[in-house]
């Protein structure tokens, strides 16, 4: 009976979360050369949770991504700031060593959610420990240095026979992660929250 419940509670608090999203920004990934989305819930002035669409390892369940609420979302801006600083540490040492091929984990850790889209079913995990990947590949003649933020696989939260083999953040430079970090900052979150609706625009 305590599982029924269990259960039942997860499928409305992620109704409620997904009802509640809206549209906030989009990144690019210039590696996988596509679009992502991002969406933003707000619960009030201090409580929000971003919702970051991105490259799915899992050949059958394409859609997936991150899940950062307030409390978690400086964590994670650290951990990326961290991160960019130490890619470009070492995005210039290979190129001092002419080193061409190279995966490498960082010593940075950072905790979030993750989402993923199973059939026509949402599924959440509540606890993902983000891994931060340095990686030197060589492709059509190019030498690429990457910044890979890494979920692991994902299992629900509700249903332990539901999992993905994950997703992950890919960015090719520093600028990139530079953009990435902007359109999510808190300035651009506020500014978000503080715009009227479309509705308080036209009074009565």
């Given at each position: 009976?305590?599982?029924?419940?269990f259960t039942v509670?997860?499928?409305?608090?992620?109704?409620?979360g997904a009802f509640?999203?809206?549209?906030?920004?989009?990144?690019?990934?210039?590696?996988?050369?596509?679009?992502?989305?991002?969406?933003?819930?707000?619960?009030?002035?201090?409580?929000?949770?971003?919702?970051?669409?991105?490259?799915?390892?899992?050949n059958l369940h394409?859609?997936?991504?991150?899940?950062?609420?307030?409390?978690?979302?400086?964590?994670?801006?650290?951990?990326?700031?961290?991160?960019?600083?130490?890619?470009?540490?070492?995005?210039?040492?290979?190129?001092?060593?002419?080193?061409?091929?190279?995966?490498?984990?960082?010593?940075?850790?950072?905790?979030?959610?993750?989402?993923?889209?199973?059939?026509?079913?949402?599924?959440?995990?509540?606890?993902?420990?983000?891994?931060?990947?340095?990686?030197?590949?060589?492709?059509?003649?190019?030498?690429?240095?990457?910044?890979?933020?890494?979920?692991?696989?994902?299992?629900?939260?509700?249903?332990?026979?539901?999992?993905?083999?994950?997703?992950?953040?890919?960015?090719?430079?520093?600028?990139?992660?530079?953009?990435?970090?902007?359109?999510?900052?808190?300035?651009?979150?506020?500014?978000?929250?503080?715009?009227?609706?479309?509705?308080?625009?036209?009074?009565?």
């Open positions: 009976m305590k599982k029924i419940i509670l997860i499928s409305m608090l992620v109704s409620f509640a999203q809206e549209k906030f920004t989009s990144y690019d990934n210039i590696y996988a050369k596509k679009t992502y989305e991002i969406q933003l819930s707000i619960k009030d002035n201090d409580k929000f949770t971003l919702y970051i669409d991105a490259m799915s390892l899992d394409e859609t997936g991504g991150f899940k950062i609420d307030n409390k978690r979302y400086q964590g994670f801006i650290d951990a990326l700031n961290q991160a960019k600083i130490k890619y470009q540490v070492w995005v210039k040492t290979a190129k001092e060593n002419n080193v061409t091929e190279l995966d490498k984990e960082m010593k940075i850790k950072s905790k979030v959610a993750g989402f993923f889209l199973y059939g026509n079913d949402w599924h959440f995990q509540f606890l993902v420990n983000l891994t931060f990947d340095f990686k030197i590949l060589e492709s059509a003649g190019e030498t690429k240095y990457l910044l890979i933020i890494r979920s692991g696989e994902m299992q629900s939260s509700s249903n332990q026979f539901m999992d993905v083999d994950g997703v992950v953040l890919v960015f090719s430079s520093d600028a990139e992660i530079e953009e990435f970090t902007n359109v999510i900052s808190l300035e651009k979150i506020n500014e978000f929250k503080n715009k009227p609706k479309s509705d308080d625009l036209f009074k009565d």
